[in-house]
């Protein structure tokens, strides 16, 4: 493992919470089966205006990917993700945030933008570094993001009043034993001092949600920030949290590498990924995690990284990621 060896930061926790605001945003992504299709859209669709929810459908593509400052083919960014990641959570707060939205359209300068939402952008870009003014590229869909601005505007008092109080009182006793599992542990601490590495917020929120049942799980939105499925295994859940304290924690590294140009990016994401299963597997003092990265070869790459951890125990993170990824790419050509 790594000489280098961090400060303890006793003020550094994980800090679980079931947020109104991403669960209502990721409530409409669900009852309009967008990424997630499950019987949560078969409950609650009748709570979202009928016209709303096909407008919502007509422009599934547009709200599925992710990609900031883009301004192509999705607005997912602008309408879904900060509007999560900023932990809006009332009616007046969206109003605001489309407001501010569509005025940095008109003046083609994304300025009270990043003077509103300074704090909430920095916290982001310590996951995803980005130009807030590339965001202007968004304006291409300037008529279509203030309709659907309008529509999580018109539908968050139901939300509200109809679904939120039942979909809480559901999570309530994951959320309970979640708080209390991390309540007393340095667990951000263990993964600075494995690491060598600083986790750069003095906290990490595990957001838990009840729409996203049936699709991608450990969602981030930012860098203090996972939206989990409140509904898998007590202990996955657990672990998968532990996992995304270290995908974000060496998230660093993987964009460094990536800069290099040196090696396709969907290679490297996925012994990243891979990487931080390994060092959870310390972190958790477990020979396996009771979770899958299903869509990687996850045992292939912790058998790797092991027998090269074995030989080179003062590997720093790239350094033990690149000696793996070749070792992976060798063994499968």
């Known amino acids: 493992m790594p000489q280098e060896k961090a400060a303890k930061t006793d ?13 209502y945003i990721l409530h409409l992504m669900a009852t309009a089966r967008i990424v997630f299709n499950s019987d949560y859209a078969d409950k609650y669709e009748t709570t979202i205006e009928k016209n709303d929810l096909e407008v919502l459908k007509k422009n599934k593509n547009r709200l599925t990917a992710f990609r900031s400052g883009s301004g192509e083919d999705s607005m997912a960014d602008v309408v879904i993700g900060f509007p999560i990641a900023f ?5 007046s707060d969206y109003e605001k945030y489309f407001r501010i939205l569509d005025d940095c359209f008109d003046s083609n300068s994304m300025s009270e933008f990043q003077k509103a939402y300074s704090e909430e ?18 304006a291409v869909y300037r008529e279509l993001i203030s ?16 679904v939120w109080p039942q979909e809480m009182e559901k999570m309530a006793s994951v959320l309970d034993k979640l708080c209390a599992c991390f309540e007393s542990t340095d667990h951000i601490f263990r993964w600075e001092n494995l690491t060598g590495r600083v986790f750069k917020t003095d906290y990490f929120i595990p957001s838990l949600c009840s729409a996203i049942k049936g699709g ?3 969602n981030s939105i930012g860098y203090d920030r996972v939206l989990f499925y409140y509904g898998r295994p007590f202990d996955e859940l657990v672990q998968f949290v532990s996992h995304e304290v270290g995908t974000h924690i060496l998230i660093d590294d993987y964009f460094n590498l990536l800069k290099t140009g040196k090696y396709d990016a969907g290679t490297l994401f996925m012994a990243y990924e891979c990487l931080a299963m390994f060092y959870n597997k310390r ?36 350094e033990l990621l690149v000696k ?9 050509r």
């Open 283 to 318: 972190i958790l003092e477990v020979d396996e995690t009771t979770y899958r990265l299903n869509e990687f070869p996850d045992i292939e790459f912790c058998r790797i990284y092991d027998e090269i951890s074995d030989k080179n125990p003062d590997l720093t993170p790239p």
């Open 87 to 91: 932990a809006l959570k009332s009616r």
């Open 11 to 23: 003020n550094k926790r994980i800090t679980p919470k079931a947020e109104l605001g991403a669960n």
């Open 121 to 138: 952008i920095s916290r982001f870009q310590k996951m995803i570094p980005f130009d807030t003014e590339e965001l202007i590229g968004f």
């Open 324 to 332: 793996g990824l070749e070792v992976y790419q060798s063994q499968n």
């Open 216 to 218: 991608p799980d450990a």
């Open 147 to 162: 309709e659907i601005g309008q529509i999580i505007i018109n539908n968050f008092q139901r939300y509200r009043t109809d």
